[in-house]
T-cell receptor
Framework: DGGITQSPKYLFRKEGQNVTLSCEQNLNHDAMYWYRQDPGQGLRLIYYSQIVNDFQKGDIAEGYSVSREKKESFPLTVTSAQKNPTAFYLC?????????????FGDGTRLSIL | DQQVKQNSPSLSVQEGRISILNCDYTNSMFDYFLWYKKYPAEGPTFLISISSIKDKNEDGRFTVFLNKSAKHLSLHIVPSQPGDSAVYFCAARVTSGTYKYIFGTGTRLKVLA
């Protein structure tokens, strides 16, 4: 059945290392999103993509990069430039167009620094 | 600046009673408001939404009210059940056609048996 898969569930990064978080969806959704959640805070938008080969920065894009080469996939790379990467990362997708288009979320990846 | 605010970080309610979760917003350029429910270590799941041109939407035990003049929305859960214990996020969709969502900080609801 359809859904969003994030992997891995837990990820550890050494200082100065880049890591890539995977997000795959089989919902045939055009739009995909990456959020970061820190304790006591809401979801903050990192990057989003409306269609393949196009993406926009969200509110906290510094230190992150994305690609959208396929409709189903929207990987997020946490670079060494991100000084505080420890957080819970959530990927979401939705259809586009008029009317309410709620987002569907994956179960998240928890990133920790060794 | 926080455009969507949930000022109550937590709420405890007795089973069977009504739970009321509140959300305030500062931007008038939102066309839909949504509520999501989140359990620990899982992604949020969509609960209910309301268009900015409506003032009420109901789905079973869940009702969302929108007061545009006060820039305030609320989620009512009645009767509350222990399984409703979770973190609830309100979110607003920007109307500019970018399909971008702004989330509140969440309210942790605990329903006491």
């Amino acid at each position: 059945d359809g859904g969003i898969t994030q992997s891995p569930k837990y990820l550890f990064r050494k200082e100065g290392q880049n890591v890539t978080l995977s997000c795959e969806q089989n919902l045939n959704h055009d739009a995909m999103y990456w959020y970061r959640q820190d304790p006591g805070q809401g979801l903050r938008l990192i990057y989003y993509s409306q269609i393949v080969n196009d993406f926009q920065k969200g509110d906290i894009a510094e230190g992150y990069s994305v690609s959208r080469e396929k409709k189903e996939s929207f990987p997020l790379t946490v670079t060494s430039a991100q000084k505080n990467p420890t957080a819970f990362y959530l990927c979401a997708s939705s259809t586009r167009g008029e009317g309410n288009q709620p987002q569907h979320f994956g179960d998240g990846t928890r990133l920790s620094i060794l | 600046d926080q455009q969507v605010k949930q000022n109550s970080p937590s709420l405890s309610v007795q089973e069977g009673r009504i739970s009321i979760l509140n959300c305030d917003y500062t931007n008038s350029m939102f066309d839909y408001f949504l509520w999501y429910k989140k359990y620990p270590a899982e992604g949020p799941t969509f609960l209910i939404s309301i268009s900015s041109i409506k003032d009420k939407n109901e789905d079973g035990r869940f009702t969302v009210f929108l007061n545009k003049s006060a820039k305030h929305l609320s989620l009512h859960i009645v009767p509350s059940q222990p399984g409703d214990s979770a973190v609830y996020f309100c979110a607003a969709r920007v109307t500019s056609g970018t399909y971008k969502y702004i989330f509140g900080t969440g309210t942790r609801l605990k329903v006491l048996a």
